[in-house]
């Protein structure tokens, strides 16, 4: 039922983008903004053919016969974004894949379950799918949110996430390596592979955003497999500053080639009244369809927080 709902979501988004795209002559993208000012106004806004009018307002009224959840909302975007970038010829490398979010938010849980109110961080928050994501699968009651992304297409289309989902994000246009905010109980984020004045980018980042969480915060990662491995002195800075807590690699089958895999990296931000955990995890997670192998790996983090964590 829920797929359904979702693609019946995506289906009337997209026929309200058609139209939009034909009467305005604009690109999917920009249809799309159009489209979710109008579903959040329940109207049509923009100034289009009486024929065009009548059959974007007929659209809206078929949405407003839907009961549909957040998730629901989110996963039908997530398609029409991707339809999007592939229409407009843009690279789709800014949607974090739902099954990497929706670990990290398992993760998320297990580190916030008795907190009623958190502040989380994504620096580079892209289109908000892994925020948007995170929190959808979090027993928070309350979130204090924030996205760093130095695109404003980027922006354009977190907006449009947040908005449908009824999130208030601060969304800041900046380099997030040279952002001055801070204070955040959580900083997650899926580390883009290039180098920055130089360096690699993964490692400026992950030393830049340790320096942005509070004492005994944690921050999730999404690095590539040979984020240790590669040369650079600030490997050294973040462990002086962090503890290494966890390290659970992704599925292969997950990625193209296995040489483009990645792990998410558990951090939490050292303080003179907060000692490192007794065990480090490291898991190696199966292929998600030998569902056998994968409950056996999520059992083990399940028992890892358990004793570490409780």
Known sequence: MEK?????????????NEYLMSDLKITYLNALFMTSRN????????EVSDNTKVILQSLLEDIQEFEFGKEDIRK??????????????ISNSEITPDTISLLIGYL???????????SILDPVVGTANLLTNVCNNMIVDDFDLVGIDSN???????????????????????????????????????????????????????????DKVIEGGYLLFVIPNDFFEVDGY??????????????IK??????????????????RKKDDDIKNVDEFLLVDLPSISNQEKFSRSIRKIDGWFKKEKS
């Open 152 to 210: 404003l297409d980027n922006i354009q289309v977190a907006r449009i996430f947040a908005d449908l989902q009824e999130y208030t994000i601060d969304f800041i246009l900046e380099d997030s390596i040279e952002s001055k905010i801070t204070g955040f109980d959580l900083i997650i984020g899926d580390l883009p592979l290039y180098l920055y004045d130089d360096n690699y980018f993964p490692h400026i980042l992950v030393d830049k955003m340790i």
């Open 4 to 16: 359904e709902i979702v693609v019946e979501l995506f289906q009337i988004i997209d026929a309200s």
């Open 76 to 89: 039908a975007l997530v398609v029409a974004v991707l339809k999007g970038y592939k229409t407009d010829k």
């Open 108 to 118: 998320a849980n297990h580190l916030f379950k008795d907190s009623k109110k958190i």
């Open 250 to 267: 992704l599925p292969d089958d997950l990625f193209v080639e296995s040489k483009l895999g990645k792990s998410i990296l558990l951090l």
């Open 39 to 46: 579903i959040l106004e329940l109207n049509v806004t923009q």
């Open 234 to 247: 600030l490997k050294d800075s973040i462990t002086s500053k962090a503890y290494l807590q966890a390290i």
